[in-house]
Nanobody
Framework: QVQLVESGGGLVQAGGSLRLSCAAS????????MGWYRQAPGKQRDLVAT???????NYADSMQGRFTISRDNSKNTVYLQMNSLKPEDTAVYYC???????????????WGQGTQVTVSS
């Protein structure tokens, strides 16, 4: 079993900051990449940011300059620092990891349960 557990979501006023964390645990051989996606009501799930094991990052354009993704490989944990939050950032934020599980010859994607971020005006 591989689990991803997110934390750090909550309610914040516009202009505020939050830091999300996601820890992967379980029968993990290696993790190729981790990232964050978000889904607002009535919308599809969209990329926020990803980071590879080697530290290569990718951001959606709307998050560039406001959000920062980082990773602690020793803890199998990814973080998302969110600054200058806007009401349109309100969504459920999901952690994603591409994992090679123990006993498996290939990688697969795992998802966390999601954490709610609400930005008030």
């Amino acid at each position: 079993q591989v689990q991803l557990v997110e934390s750090g979501g909550g309610l914040v006023q516009a202009g505020g900051s939050l830091r999300l964390s996601c820890a992967a645990s379980g029968r993990i051989l290696s993790i190729k990449a981790m990232g964050w996606y978000r889904q607002a009501p009535g919308k599809q799930r969209d990329l926020v940011a990803t980071i590879t094991n080697g530290g290569i990052t990718n951001y959606a354009d709307s998050m560039q300059g406001r959000f920062t993704i980082s990773r602690d490989n020793s803890k199998n944990t990814v973080y998302l620092q969110m600054n200058s939050l806007k009401p349109e950032d309100t969504a459920v934020y999901y952690c994603n990891a591409r994992v090679r599980p123990l006993g498996s010859a290939y990688e697969r994607d795992y998802w966390g349960q999601g954490t709610q971020v609400t930005v008030s005006s």
